[in-house]
């Protein structure tokens, strides 16, 4: 019989073998206890605290270069002005060397300046009362007897506080070379650097500290539309119905941002009223086939033997036919909404497509006016086709005896000289000035009797907008001619005159 331990069935390893493994302890480049990785397992700092922390940090950068620069700055100026008040000496002593006249011991004025005359082999030939009289401050072979030099010694040679500074003038004459010594003492210019750089480590925290504090409440303020818009978005999300920001009073980009999302929100809701009237309308216009044919199929149930299936067959039919066409036209409106417009996609003439599209029809009362030539436009043929069609319709329904269909070019210098113009003319009720531009809408239906369409829903001219909007055109209502009926003017863009096909190409 075996002595093995049977396997852990969720490891495929032996007991023990699990054991140790759930025992091992999770390396730092693994997930951590909950299964994320550790930099999930960081603080999130929201936008007021990274600004924060940029500012800050930015603000700490700034003031340690400052205060390195300023010390720099300090201990240069401090420096150079000792320079200046020893060459100052110096001079004044090397000029008494020059008219033989060096006083022994040589006047200084304080304490902490030592002046040494030696010639050229070292020796002391005339000092200030504190200065050592047997060994010179700088040794005779780090002196140029040519020019004036600074040099820094050690403290114990010129009897003073460290550091200590030496400058070097030459003096007497060609025949008794001279150099005058000059020694100051340092310590006045470190202890002020020292006193500086110590203000400046205990006032540096501090100002960070108050500055991040007033930048804290200064972006606090700040952010506090954006909290304000925050607080009016989720509102009217969690609400039905309308709703609005809270516009800032301070004209700035809040301001605009507040104003440009109330806008979007008025398009936002402008849209969602219109779908559902679109929803509702469509509805509607499906509901009446609908109900149609089920009255028919009842009718034809309840009196089978007395039907006349003929009829019955037209009916249906018919209402069929009307809810296909409704159908249809729904389904190009939804296209149409969401494919966006494709221009240029090829030449069309437009005295070709008016006579194409008035041929479906009688000679009576649709005419077509000889166009002056070939105007050619660039669009879609068949969305083009589409747009005449639904306008010959329209007028072919309300027209009392003719429609006239014409196509003539906008002259050179109008201002819409880069269109053509299409007119659909018809002798109909016309449509009163106040709704010329409401007929375009969607399931739009007028009171007057031009608008009483039992085969239509209220659909041709809204898809007739949408197709002249994608093709780059416009289109408007005006009266007939003589004040009577209604003439459609569709303007189309104009093809231009070296891309015109040749040929008949």
Same mark, same amino acid.
């Given at each position: 019989?075996?002595?093995?331990?049977?396997?852990?069935?969720?490891?495929?390893?032996?007991?023990?073998?699990?054991?140790?493994?759930?025992?091992?302890?999770?390396?730092?480049?693994?997930?951590?206890?909950?299964?994320?990785?550790?930099?999930?397992?960081?603080?999130?700092?929201?936008?007021?605290?990274?600004?924060?922390?940029?500012?800050?940090?930015?603000?700490?950068?700034?003031?340690?270069?400052?205060?390195?620069?300023?010390?720099?700055?300090?201990?240069?100026?401090?420096?150079?002005?000792?320079?200046?008040?020893?060459?100052?000496?110096?001079?004044?002593?090397?000029?008494?060397?020059?008219?033989?006249?060096?006083?022994?011991?040589?006047?200084?004025?304080?304490?902490?300046?030592?002046?040494?005359?030696?010639?050229?082999?070292?020796?002391?030939?005339?000092?200030?009362?504190?200065?050592?009289?047997?060994?010179?401050?700088?040794?005779?072979?780090?002196?140029?007897?040519?020019?004036?030099?600074?040099?820094?010694?050690?403290?114990?040679?010129?009897? $003073? /506080?460290?550091?200590?500074?030496?400058? !070097? @003038?030459? &003096?007497?004459?060609? =025949? *008794?070379?001279?150099?005058?010594?000059?020694?100051?003492?340092?310590?006045?210019?470190?202890?002020?650097?020292?006193?500086?750089?110590?203000?400046?480590?205990?006032?540096?925290?501090?100002?960070?500290?108050?500055?991040?504090?007033?930048?804290?409440?200064?972006?606090?303020?700040?952010?506090?539309?954006?909290?304000?818009?925050?607080?009016?978005?989720?509102?009217?999300?969690?609400?039905?119905?309308?709703?609005?920001?809270?516009?800032?009073?301070?004209?700035?980009?809040?301001?605009?941002?507040?104003?440009?999302?109330?806008?979007?929100?008025?398009?936002?809701?402008?849209?969602?009223?219109?779908?559902?009237?679109?929803?509702?309308?469509?509805?509607?216009?499906?509901?009446?086939?609908?109900?149609?044919?089920?009255?028919?199929?009842?009718?034809?149930?309840? $009196? /089978?033997?007395?039907?006349?299936?003929? !009829? @019955?067959? &037209?009916?249906?039919? =018919? *209402?069929?036919?009307?809810?296909?066409?409704?159908?249809?036209?729904?389904?190009?409106?939804?296209?149409?909404?969401?494919?966006?417009?494709?221009?240029?996609?090829?030449?069309?003439?437009?005295?070709?497509?008016?006579?194409?599209?008035?041929?479906?029809?009688?000679?009576?009362?649709?005419?077509?006016?000889?166009?002056?030539?070939?105007?050619?436009?660039?669009?879609?043929?068949?969305?083009?086709?589409?747009?005449?069609?639904?306008?010959?319709?329209?007028?072919?329904?309300?027209?009392?005896?003719?429609?006239?269909?014409?196509?003539?070019?906008?002259?050179?210098?109008?201002?819409?000289?880069?269109?053509?113009?299409?007119?659909?003319?018809?002798?109909?009720?016309?449509?009163?000035?106040?709704?010329?531009?409401?007929?375009?809408?969607?399931?739009?239906? $007028?009171?007057?009797?031009?608008?009483?369409?039992?085969?239509? &829903?209220?659909?041709?001219?809204?898809?007739?907008?949408?197709?002249?909007?994608?093709?780059?055109?416009?289109?408007?209502?005006?009266?007939?001619?003589?004040?009577?009926?209604?003439?459609?003017?569709?303007?189309?863009?104009?093809?231009?005159?070296?891309?015109?096909?040749?040929?008949?190409?």
């Amino acid at each position: 019989m075996s002595t093995d331990a049977p396997a852990d069935l969720t490891t495929g390893e032996p007991p023990a073998a699990a054991a140790a493994t759930a025992d091992r302890p999770a390396t730092s480049a693994g997930p951590g206890p909950a299964g994320r990785p550790w930099r999930s397992r960081l603080p999130v700092l929201g936008l007021r605290g990274r600004l924060m922390a940029i500012g800050v940090f930015g603000l700490a950068v700034g003031l340690a270069l400052g205060g390195v620069v300023l010390l720099g700055a300090l201990g240069y100026v401090l420096q150079r002005t000792v320079d200046t008040e020893a060459f100052r000496t110096a001079d004044a002593v090397a000029l008494l060397a020059a008219e033989d006249a060096l006083p022994d011991p040589l006047p200084v004025a304080g304490g902490q300046v030592r002046v040494q005359v030696i010639d050229a082999q070292g020796r002391i030939r005339a000092a200030s009362i504190d200065a050592d009289r047997l060994v010179p401050m700088v040794r005779p072979e780090r002196l140029n007897g040519d020019r004036r030099q600074r040099l820094e010694v050690p403290a114990e040679r010129a009897g $003073l /506080a460290g550091p200590v500074r030496v400058v !070097a @003038v030459p &003096a007497g004459t060609a =025949a *008794d070379p001279l150099t005058v010594l000059v020694a100051r003492s340092m310590a006045d210019v470190r202890h002020s650097t020292h006193v500086v750089r110590t203000i400046l480590l205990v006032a540096f925290p501090l100002l960070v500290a108050v500055l991040a504090a007033v930048a804290w409440r200064v972006v606090g303020a700040t952010l506090r539309p954006v909290e304000a818009l925050r607080r009016g978005a989720e509102e009217i999300t969690g609400r039905a119905g309308t709703g609005r920001l809270p516009v800032p009073a301070s004209a700035d980009e809040i301001h605009r941002l507040a104003v440009t999302l109330n806008g979007m929100l008025d398009r936002l809701e402008s849209a969602r009223a219109r779908q559902r009237a679109f929803v509702s309308d469509a509805a509607h216009e499906l509901r009446s086939p609908l109900t149609n044919i089920r009255t028919e199929l009842e009718v034809a149930q309840r $009196l /089978a033997s007395r039907t006349d299936w003929t !009829a @019955v067959t &037209a009916n249906l039919l =018919a *209402d069929t036919d009307r809810l296909s066409r409704l159908v249809d036209d729904l389904l190009l409106l939804a296209r149409l909404d969401e494919t966006p417009p494709a221009r240029g996609t090829g030449p069309v003439e437009l005295g070709a497509l008016l006579t194409e599209v008035a041929a479906r029809y009688p000679s009576p009362p649709v005419r077509v006016a000889p166009p002056p030539g070939p105007l050619w436009t660039v669009g879609n043929a068949d969305e083009l086709r589409r747009v005449l069609a639904n306008l010959v319709d329209n007028a072919v329904r309300h027209a009392y005896g003719a429609v006239l269909l014409a196509v003539e070019a906008t002259p050179a210098g109008h201002p819409e000289a880069a269109y053509h113009l299409v007119t659909v003319t018809d002798d109909g009720p016309g449509i009163p000035v106040a709704d010329r531009e409401r007929v375009f809408g969607r399931f739009t239906r $007028l009171d007057d009797g031009r608008a009483r369409d039992d085969g239509g &829903a209220g659909l041709g001219l809204a898809i007739v907008w949408e197709l002249v909007r994608r093709a780059g055109g416009r289109i408007a209502l005006t009266d007939g001619d003589d004040q009577r009926g209604l003439q459609v003017r569709l303007l189309l863009p104009a093809l231009p005159v070296d891309e015109e096909p040749r040929d008949g190409g």
